[in-house]
């Protein structure tokens, strides 16, 4: 029997093929997406140590066509021709593939992904042209801070141990003769590629049988072959080689201290997960803490511990301390409060009460995990079939057996000075040896020695206490009948709130959106820093409750807007309240102290300095919203962040609450007096007395002409160029919303496959719907590791304008395709509970509190046709405004 989550109405079976694959499959009639996955259990520690990415490029290699269905770009177009996803990752021990489709379309794409697995075509030429794009993606991680680490850690590991290599690859060590390589890959696909060695994952609107059905045709050809035996490994490190002290000096600016540990492989049939339970005790944020402490000192900004290296026969578990400049001269010190905070946790924080409420929580987990999105869920699904027995397929990552203290305390008992592996990462570390591949300065200095520091601080470190948000799941039927669209509960002016029953929330949760819109300006660059900075400092006022509220199950995430603070919530009733109460009355009350005020801006002055060396091409993408919807480069904001003292930022709270509007949406199985209920906590906590109604303002956009061409230039750091066009649309209409919805579908599968696969400039290529505000957009980008910007920028233009561009030599049947996979999206997104939370608050930021807005889209889209669009792209959309993005 398969244990499924309580209540659960999916149906699930598990059958073995004759081949000897192994499938698992949910039929789950409401599901608005089917999806497939397959896991093979073999990854980048199974390739041969003298051919570095050869799983890698396998993974690549058979997205680019099979015997049956030959063209590079068929299973593509066919999945998000339907609007479907679909992707693919290489790990050290499991290769995934996966995607999800519209249910009416899982039967096609099953046929094109089975074949994936019993006849690739696996061309010279297509190994040739995809080793250049595997090379391209190593290029553009060089200088990825986490990758040196890795890399520096990686050369004091066991050289025989496969977590020791270079996986990644790139043109050197894939750099055999496409007819040598080609050989090499075979061999490797025959050896591990086979149905014994693969675990299936299916989801579908169909009934068991027929999925059944399904699945023995399409897969019954993978040849059978053997699971190979798994090889024994040394210990990650060799013995007597702890403890040790690496330094190493990162790409960007960057403090850290990192203590790792070898330990025993996780098993997962233990059913404990004890490192996750450490890594809590050790992460609390609360006062008196060990985060507490260091903050209170003004040397660490961030602490967590988790699991860095998951293999075989140890793992690594790791404690990263994020530091300042200032802490950085303190690492012996910071190093002996951690082991001072491990005795109290010995001491004192293994407790029974502690598992208990784990268990509620995992079985809470447990029972949402039916809600994620169909393609987390059946990637996840194809995983646990290698990890756990068929009866834990579900349950397995969720489940936790009996409090058993002696397995926390053997753990313990392996984060000792003794068994320390310490990397000290400043970027005034002067290396006298470099690590290959990620290329990184680093020494090996004298291992640590524990009595050389001493933690004067206090030493009754503060423990998790028990969490307050910890709440029996409601019972998810509303108390009234569900409603098409939102109905207004109040509107006074100055508070404006929404409420949507919905039947199908989600494990109960409720979605609460709710903007403070203040009545001073926001939109200046000034203003914008101290709203931001005013949210960095919200939550870390709030730091432990809202760890405390994220370890229950809230989401909660705050943001700026264009007038003001969004909150985006998602909860049982119970627990909003009680986050809307902590939340409003820190806003309100708190005094800004110079302690809190000064973490507040280190933190978001690192994470503004960090996000200037994201990749380019991410960078890119925040561009339009940046230089066309009146933000602010990270440059700019970082120069105003640093003239802003607490006296400004205290007058701005004022000038921003007072006074104050607020519009909220609340949708979720809720009643009526628990939506006056939130609603009553939120004018009561923010509003003061009867100021006028606050004026609500449409969000600015940088007025262009038909015809104008802009260049923004971005500063990066990392080699590649990378350019986007971005195609502003000329106003918010539904119609025009549609056309640019549907153009970015029609033109991704093309751009990627003539630039990406035909010619192989760059490794990012996409083209993307990107709306600015209530306005839609569309983007094309590509990064490249051999091109120039003025280059990319020739091969944008000569794709879009050229006589055989993809739009005006479009044949209908295809346009047909994009246009329903586009409308079965849409309509998908319009009836899940998340998604229509989502739209009916965009509607409202837009003044569209009649909701007509999906319904105008959907009718807009079924209405277009291919000669309407092919006008609009000659007429409107090629002449409009081309506003260039680069590095």
């Known amino acids: 029997m398969i244990h499924t989550p309580p209540g659960d109405r999916r149906r699930c079976r598990s059958l073995t093929l004759p081949n000897g694959l192994r499938v698992l499959l949910l039929c789950d009639p409401a599901a608005d997406q089917a999806g497939a996955a397959m896991s093979v259990g073999a990854g980048s520690g199974d390739e041969p140590p003298d051919c570095a990415g050869l799983a890698h490029l396998l993974e690549h290699m058979l997205f680019l066509g099979t015997e049956r269905y030959p063209a590079a770009e068929d299973f593509p177009a066919y999945v998000q021709g339907h609007g479907g996803r679909y992707n693919a990752t290489t790990e050290l021990d499991q290769t995934r593939y996966f995607f999800e489709i519209p249910p009416a379309q899982l039967d096609g794409a099953l046929e094109r992904f089975a074949q994936f697995f019993i006849a690739p075509r696996l061309t010279e030429s297509a190994i040739a042209q995809e080793r250049e794009v595997i090379d391209a993606e190593y290029r553009a991680r060089r200088q990825d801070d986490e990758q040196r680490i890795l890399g ?21 060590t894939l750099g055999a003769a496409p007819e040598s390589l080609r050989r090499t890959l075979m061999a490797f696909r025959q ?18 049988d027929s999925l059944e059905r399904q699945v023995r045709r399409c897969f019954a050809d993978i040849p059978c072959g053997t699971r190979p035996a798994p090889v024994a490994h040394p210990p990650l490190l060799p013995p007597g080689s702890l403890p040790l002290r690496l330094a190493l000096q990162p790409t960007h600016r960057c403090h850290e201290l990192r203590l790792c540990f070898p330990v025993p492989a996780l098993r997962p049939d233990d059913y404990l997960q004890p490192w996750e339970y450490l890594g809590q005790l050790l992460a609390f944020r609360g006062p008196g803490s060990l985060y507490g402490q260091l903050m209170d000192r003004g040397w660490l900004t961030d602490i967590d511990g988790a699991v860095l290296l998951d293999t075989r026969p140890q793992a690594l578990f790791q404690i990263r301390l994020c530091l300042t400049p200032e802490g950085m001269g303190h690492t012996a010190v910071i190093t002996a409060a951690v082991f001072a905070c491990l005795r109290r946790i010995e001491a004192d924080g293994i407790a029974a009460w502690r598992h208990r409420e784990r268990q509620a929580l995992a079985d809470q987990r447990f029972r949402l995990a039916a809600t994620t999105s169909t393609l987390e869920f059946v990637k996840s699904l194809a995983d646990q079939l290698h990890r756990y027995p068929v009866a834990e397929a579900l349950r397995g990552p969720y489940r936790l057996d009996e409090f058993q203290p002696r397995v926390i305390r053997a753990c313990l008992a392996r984060l ?32 640590p020695d524990p009595g050389a520091a001493r933690w004067d601080g206090a030493l009754d470190f503060t423990l998790p206490p028990p969490n307050p948000f910890i709440m029996a799941m409601p019972d998810a039927k509303p108390g009234e009948a569900s409603a098409p669209v939102p109905r207004l509960l109040r509107d006074s002016g100055q508070s404006r709130v929404w409420y949507k029953p919905l039947a199908r929330a989600p494990g109960g949760h409720t979605t609460l959106y709710l903007n403070l819109v203040a009545a001073c300006p926001t939109h200046t660059l000034s203003a914008t820093v101290l709203t931001e900075l005013l949210i960095a400092w919200l939550e870390r006022e709030l730091a432990a409750e809202l760890q405390q509220a994220r370890a229950a199950g809230l989401e909660v995430a705050m943001s700026r807007h264009h007038q003001g603070i969004t909150l985006r919530a998602g909860g049982f009733p119970g627990q909003l309240d009680r986050l809307l109460q902590r939340l409003s009355s820190s806003l309100t009350r708190t005094r800004i102290t110079a302690a809190r005020f000064d973490q507040a801006r ?25 230089r066309l ?9 970082l120069a105003e962040l640093a003239t802003v003292r607490r006296e400004r930022l205290q007058a701005f709270r004022h000038a921003l609450l007072h006074p104050l509007g ?42 262009l002409q038909a015809g104008e061409a802009c260049h923004y230039r971005l500063e990066a750091s990392h080699p590649d160029s990378a350019v986007a066009l971005y195609l502003p649309g000329p106003d918010a209409s539904p119609l025009q919303e549609a056309r640019y919805r549907l ?22 290529v996409l083209a993307r719907y990107l709306p600015l505000h209530d306005r839609p957009g569309l983007i094309l980008l590509v990064q490249s590791p051999s091109l120039s910007v003025d280059e990319l920028q020739e091969q944008i233009r000569h794709f879009l304008t050229a006589p055989d561009a993809p739009l005006p030599t479009l044949d209908p049947e295809r346009f047909a395709h994009y246009r329903d996979g586009l409308l079965q999206t849409l309509q998908a997104q319009q009836r899940q509970p998340a998604q229509q939370a989502a739209r009916f608050w965009a509607d409202l930021a837009t003044g569209d509190a009649d909701f007509q807005r999906p319904r105008q889209l959907l009718q807009a889209v079924a209405d277009l046709t291919l000669e309407e669009l092919q006008r609009f792209y000659q007429a409107q959309l090629l002449p409009s405004p081309w506003v260039w993005l680069h590095t």
């Not at 520096?152 to 050197?172: E, M």
Request: hydrophobic share 40%; net charge positive.
């Open 152 to 172: 520096v850690i990686k050369q004091v590991l066991d050289p025989s141990h496969p977590a020791s290599r270079f996986l990644a690859g790139n043109r050197d």
């Open 191 to 208: 050896r591990h590629y086979t149905a014994a060695n693969l675990r299936l994952a299916v989801v579908g609107g169909a009934s068991l």
């Open 416 to 447: 000792t000075p003794d068994n320390l592996l310490a990397l000290t990462i400043d970027p005034a570390v002067r290396g006298d040896r470099t690590s290959p591949w990620f290329p990184a300065p680093y020494r090996i200095a004298a291992a």
């Open 602 to 626: 280190q933190g978001l002055q690192a994470r503004w300095y960090q996000r200037q060396h994201d990749p380019a091409f991410r960078r890119l993408l925040q561009l339009p919203e940046a």
């Open 629 to 637: 919807g009146h933000g602010f480069g990270d440059e700019e904001r």
């Open 662 to 703: 607020i519009d909220c949406l609340m949708a979720g199985p809720l009643d009526g007096a628990q939506a006056q209920r939130l609603a009553d906590v939120l004018e009561t906590r923010l509003l003061a007395g009867d100021p006028p109604a606050v004026e609500r303002r449409r969000p600015p956009i940088v007025p």
């Open 743 to 764: 153009l970015a579908a029609l033109l991704h599968d093309p751009f990627f496959h003539r630039l990406r696969i035909e010619r192989q400039l760059g490794y990012v």
